[in-house]
């Protein structure tokens, strides 16, 4: 009887020991992900602090020239009227990106139309100083206060869906949504960045963030994004 009690003490401490084990890795794996949460959501918001520095500079940026926003996009020979290099002087010189971008690149992309005869609501246009007629540079007052400025992006001048090569003609996410061009993930935004959320900075000089859900919905219809193809 006693080798028997010996015995099952042995086992029981063996089936013990595997418990604690478990539940002490269970339990590292928790805070692990806890961890990686809080760290997630700690880029997430100090990116929206990062956009709203953008939409002051944009707004000091509008306050020193006349009302006008920069441009999305000028000949090589004028790249310093781009807006990702017009508004380093507010932003303290230094072109400031997502802490959650990875790999490395802009970070940002603006709400740019390519055409001067379209879509007059986006921020950006093309702006060339040789051929003012055929250029357009938009008002910071004008814009509705909604209206998104710049936002998380692999591409520095495209967020709206009206760019060419920015079409949505692939479901990327397969839920029967037509959210990506070409062989760019996610139309060249990149709402996977904060774990399934879009972050970006309106007119209104608000940062905000939108699931991935809403920002496809946003593709199509009136809101956060505007559209030529479907809202004018």
């Not at 990702?84 to 802009?106: H, W, Y």
């Not at 909604?146 to 090569?165: E, F, N, R």
């Not at 060249?188 to 399934?196: A, C, F, K, L, V």
Request: with cysteine; proline share 6%; glycine share 6%.
């Amino acid at each position: 009887m006693k080798k028997a009690d010996a015995s099952f003490r042995k086992t029981f401490t063996l089936v013990e020991l595997f418990v604690v084990t478990a539940v002490s890795t269970l339990g590292l794996a928790m805070l692990v992900t806890a961890s990686e949460g809080a760290q997630a959501d700690a880029r997430s918001v100090s990116c929206r602090n990062i956009l709203k520095r953008y939409g002051e500079a944009f707004a000091s940026y509008a306050g020193n020239y006349n009302d006008y926003l920069p441009a999305g996009f000028t000949p090589n020979s004028s790249r310093t009227m781009r807006w990702e290099n017009a508004i380093l002087n507010d932003l303290g010189s230094k072109f400031v990106r997502c802490p959650a971008n990875t790999p490395p690149s802009t970070g940002y992309g603006a709400n740019y139309c390519y055409s001067v005869t379209r879509n007059a609501k986006l921020p950006f246009h093309f702006f060339d100083p040789d051929a003012p007629e055929k250029s357009k540079l938009s008002k910071y007052s004008k814009q509705l206060p909604q209206i998104v400025l710049i936002g998380d992006g692999t591409y520095y001048i495209c967020v709206s869906p009206i760019q060419p090569g920015c079409w949505p003609v692939r479901d990327v996410s397969c839920d029967g949504i037509e959210d990506s061009a070409r062989d760019a993930d996610y139309n060249y935004y990149d709402p996977q960045r904060h774990d399934g959320f879009w972050n970006y900075v309106s007119a209104d000089g608000s940062a905000r963030s939108i699931s991935f859900a809403e920002w496809q919905d946003n593709l199509t219809s009136s809101g956060i994004f505007y559209n030529t193809k479907y809202n004018f």
